[in-house]
């Protein structure tokens, strides 16, 4: 199967089954301060699983874009990227472990065709010291499934437990988990080897099983005490990768055969005269650093030395040192993408100048963490890079050390992001507040225009104006636009209090009882004080994202 049918069908099945399909939320989240992408399908839902009511009712699905800037190193083989499709479904107080499990066992052999015989599963073994018991009903259900318990296994809560902070043990008082089952497709026993072990089994890292899909049952929070109650509702929160299932659908374990990568694999061959099938791990790390990047420069990231600039910049540099190997440029195969081409002749002067401060360092007869820190930091060197340097002068390099310094420089970098606020603003002046508040009127008068399938898709705000991107497939009329401003400036009108409520470390802002979102940017109190809302122009931002162009008087 192609990857879009795959989407397709999943999409189909859960809609027909009652589930409202929305957008995916956009990659780079806008108002969350404590993480820099979008790295999972429940990500952008959170508040749902606790106590607000999701506007579209309590069964959502979607294919939501992640990407997981932790896989980097990863990436090299046959199933890990780090840009990806998370197929969900959630159920936020509706249905549990009797439909779910069921419905997505019918999904994959019904609707994907997968053989049943090649599905494995993992379910919770219990955690005695959290008094959370075995997950004894998902192995039930699984059983009468699967024709018995050969494919069923227990793992513990480093593998079948999920929250944001891990283990029950690790997670803060006030946060949400739950136990989950995990789905493997078998590939066959021929891939497994003896390096990773004498047993395989579906958490093996042979890559004869890899996991397709993930039902989380959040249905407990941790309290001050350390112990575990229930959440006032029973949830549902599935994570399917849709890139794994249609690999699956193909039975074929590696995830870059499938359609949308194997172009690109495509291109890397017919530029560089090599065979994939000979340069494995090269051109997989150039296919999905080159995917990406794409991606993340779509959503209006740069590179840059902080943030996600950050991730960017090494990712287009980890992708030039790979295309090295095949001697290829990067600017053959991503179709004129400027940001990516730029960086790339960058890094080319930048390497330049590394590597002359390399031979100054080498000369010492052995190179420290420090050494290589600098190296990567300053010179834009990556420690594949000195190693390989390393190596080819007979030197030794302290990796621990510079592994350490790396901890150190990532909790600063998130430490920073955690005291800034990600909502496009420039500055926190009470202009630029003005305008941040100003957004969440915009946004709430295009659902009551528009319609409630209009979701915000970027913002950029300065002291003078602000800029707004939200779906929307066409130009909006004269009428409409003046509806919008029309409905804005009426609730400014009204002198409407703006309060915020924190609640499972969710920070929820409400203007007076029009608009309701979770957000953890600055705002000001009362919507008399932002004057008038002007719209100055709205135009085309990209293929179904129209811009607003707004200002206030």
């Not at 000195?386 to 050390?401: G, K, P, R």
Request: glycine share 8%; aromatic share 10%; net charge negative.
């Amino acid at each position: 199967m192609k990857l879009e049918e795959v989407r397709e069908k999943y999409l189909k099945f859960f809609e027909k089954h009652g589930h409202v399909v929305i957008d995916s939320a956009p990659i780079v989240p806008e108002d969350d301060p404590t993480t820099l992408f979008t790295s999972s399908g429940m990500q952008p839902l959170l508040p749902y699983f606790l106590d607000k009511e999701h506007p579209k009712g309590k069964k959502i699905a979607n294919s939501q874009k992640c990407f997981r800037a932790e896989d980097i190193e990863e990436v090299g083989d046959n199933r890990h990227t780090t840009y990806f499709e998370m197929l969900g479904n959630w159920s936020f107080g509706d249905y549990f472990k009797q439909e779910q499990i069921p419905w997505f066992f019918e999904f994959l052999t019904k609707e994907i065709g997968l053989d049943p015989e090649k599905l494995y599963v993992t379910v919770f073994e219990g955690d005695e010291k959290a008094g959370i018991p075995k997950d004894t009903e998902s192995a039930q259900i699984w059983k009468g499934l699967l024709g018995g318990d050969e494919r069923v296994s227990y793992y513990g809560a480093d593998k079948n437990w999920w929250s944001r902070s891990g283990t029950p043990e690790n997670m803060p008082a006030g946060e949400p988990g739950g136990t989950d089952t995990e789905v493997f497709y078998d590939f066959g026993k021929d891939i497994h080897t003896d390096d990773f072990g004498k047993e395989c089994h579906p958490n093996c890292e042979c890559g004869r099983f890899m996991e397709i899909g993930n039902s989380v049952f959040m249905e407990y929070v941790k309290q001050e005490d350390g112990s575990f109650t229930q959440l006032p509702t029973k949830n549902v929160d599935f994570g399917g990768g849709l890139e794994r299932i249609t690999a699956a659908s193909n039975n074929d374990s590696d995830i870059f055969n499938i359609d949308t990568i194997a172009l690109i694999i495509k291109r890397i061959e017919e530029v560089s005269g090599k065979k994939y099938n000979d340069n494995k791990k090269a051109f997989r790390v150039i296919a999905d650093h080159v995917r990406g990047a794409e991606v993340i420069i779509k959503d209006g990231v740069t590179p840059s030395n902080t943030e996600q600039g950050y991730v960017l910049r090494r990712l287009i540099r980890r992708a030039v040192r790979f295309g090295d190997m095949l001697s290829i440029k990067l600017s053959d195969i991503t179709d004129g993408n400027q940001e990516i081409i730029q960086e790339e002749e960058k890094f080319r002067k930048t390497l330049e100048k590394g590597l002359k401060e390399f031979e100054k360092i080498s000369k010492g007869g052995s190179i420290s963490g420090s050494d290589a820190f600098v190296l990567f930091t300053t010179y834009g060197f990556p420690l594949e890079l000195t190693l390989e340097l390393a190596l080819e002068q007979n030197l030794n390099i302290d990796e621990a050390e510079f592994r350490d310094k790396m901890r150190e420089h990532q909790a600063l970098s998130r430490k920073g992001a955690q005291l800034k606020f990600k909502g496009g603003l420039a500055d926190h002046s009470e202009a630029s507040t003005k305008y941040h508040t100003a957004t969440h009127l915009l946004l709430r008068a295009l659902k009551d225009v528009l319609g409630e399938e209009v979701a915000q898709k970027g913002s950029n705000i300065t002291q003078e104006r602000m800029r707004f991107d939200f779906s929307w497939g066409e130009k909006l009329t004269d009428e409409q636009k003046q509806k919008v401003e029309s409905i804005v400036n009426q609730k400014i009108k009204e002198g409407l209090n703006v309060t915020n409520e924190e609640k499972e470390g969710v920070i929820t802002y409400s203007i007076g009882d029009y608009s309701i979102e979770p957000c953890g940017g600055p705002h000001i109190k009362n919507t008399s004080e932002l004057g008038h809302f002007k719209i100055k122009k709205e135009e085309a931002s990209s293929a179904g994202v129209r811009r607003i162009k707004a200002i206030l008087e």
